[in-house]
């Protein structure tokens, strides 16, 4: 859903660009309360990942593939304020060094992919966690529907968007019907990538989880021969199950893989926002990317003639970059831990 320059007014732009500068600096104050030694690392993780999966387009219907937004995924895994500044150092990332969304239509892609995604998305988990079993099991449902949700949320906004600065004359009743009906499709996609990715960190380090943190567990006692849950008032944190190391570490060669290896084999199917435009007419002022001239412009390294090494080159380059920018930036705004503070779950070394 990156949205090119030429598609939306520079009125409309400029005001887009203000709305997403505001949240990025109330996100930033926000992120200090969510972030501290532990978690910063995994934010910069978790900006990467975004990155690296949002070279995995798939198939979502006739001619039509979808990526990972991400929104959701960010803000329950390192919280709302940081899911926002997360979404949008990728977006940052895409725009100026792969001429991927455009530089003046930054504004409407971080309020429409960072802000709208992870505000709606977190919404949904807490409204669902709140009525639901604090179990893992809920945690990934509430991950699953809170993805499912924010995809076609953002599509209405962008038809909103476009409502309001489009540059080109169309019926945006039926762009509203293809934008959202498409993006549907590509919700259940970004629901599943969520879910099992919040899902398999719950598994081993639920306490570093935003969207997971007072998860606890059951003393089970032996009686007769049967488990049964020990009468305690105060239920043990869930304890983890590897280093915080090894999880970086791994997230990281995980992320690598994907940009590197696997994008190769994404579907080469215009998204639904370009499949959208080409139907409906309303790309036809689209203008060329201020970076088309950039060494990684289309996700390639200018001057590598296999295609397959020169997409893997792009997107290694661009996780490391994006784990970079992320870090320094989480790591800087992160709250800082007092001594006697004590850790909220039992932390493996």
């Known amino acids: 859903m990156h949205v090119p320059d030429g ?20 996100s930033l104050r926000g992120a200090r309360r969510e972030l501290d ?11 990467a990942f975004i990155f690296a999966v949002q070279m995995l387009n798939f198939p979502v219907a006739a001619g039509t593939s979808g990526h990972l937004l991400g929104g959701a995924l ?18 940052l990332m895409q725009g100026i060094l792969f001429a991927d969304g455009g530089l003046t239509a930054l504004g409407v892609n971080i309020t429409d ?52 600065g489009g540059t080109t004359d169309v019926a945006i009743g039926k762009v509203a019907t293809a934008m959202v009906g498409v993006h549907v499709l590509i919700g259940v996609g970004e629901a599943i990538i969520t879910a099992l990715t919040v899902g398999a ?48 570490v791994t997230g990281l060669v995980t992320s690598l893989v994907l940009a590197g290896f696997v994008s190769f084999y994404a579907s080469a199917n215009p998204d639904g926002l370009e499949k959208v435009a080409a ?4 790309d036809r002022k689209t203008e060329d990317h201020a970076s088309a001239d950039s060494p990684l412009a289309d996700y390639g390294v200018k001057d590598v ?39 909220t779950a039992v932390e493996s070394a």
């Open 7 to 26: 598609f939306i007014n520079a009125p409309t732009s400029a005001v887009t660009g203000v709305v997403a500068a505001g949240a990025i600096a109330v």
């Open 37 to 47: 030694e532990r978690t910063a690392p995994l934010a910069g993780l978790v900006a």
């Open 74 to 91: 960010a803000a329950i895994l390192v919280g709302p304020y940081t899911g926002v500044l997360c979404v949008s150092v990728v977006l």
């Open 113 to 164: 992919m960072a802000i709208v995604t992870t505000v709606v998305a977190y919404a949904v988990f807490r409204g669902l966690v709140k009525v639901l079993p604090r179990t893992r099991r809920s945690v990934t449902v509430a991950s699953f529907a809170a993805a499912l949700l924010s995809v076609p949320a953002a599509a209405g906004v962008f038809t909103f968007l476009y409502w309001i």
């Open 201 to 248: 960190v719950i598994a081993v380090r639920p306490d570093l989880v935003y969207g997971a943190r007072g998860l606890h567990q059951r003393l089970k006692l032996r009686v007769h021969g049967e488990l049964v849950d020990a009468p305690d008032a105060h239920p043990a944190p869930v304890a983890a199950r590897t280093s915080r190391r090894t999880l970086w």
């Open 279 to 282: 139907d409906h007419g309303i």
């Open 305 to 343: 003639t296999d295609a397959r090494l020169s997409g893997g080159l792009a997107g290694v380059i661009g996780v490391g970059v994006t784990v970079v920018a992320g870090s320094a930036v989480f790591w800087a705004v992160r709250r800082r831990r007092t001594p006697d503070a004590a850790p």
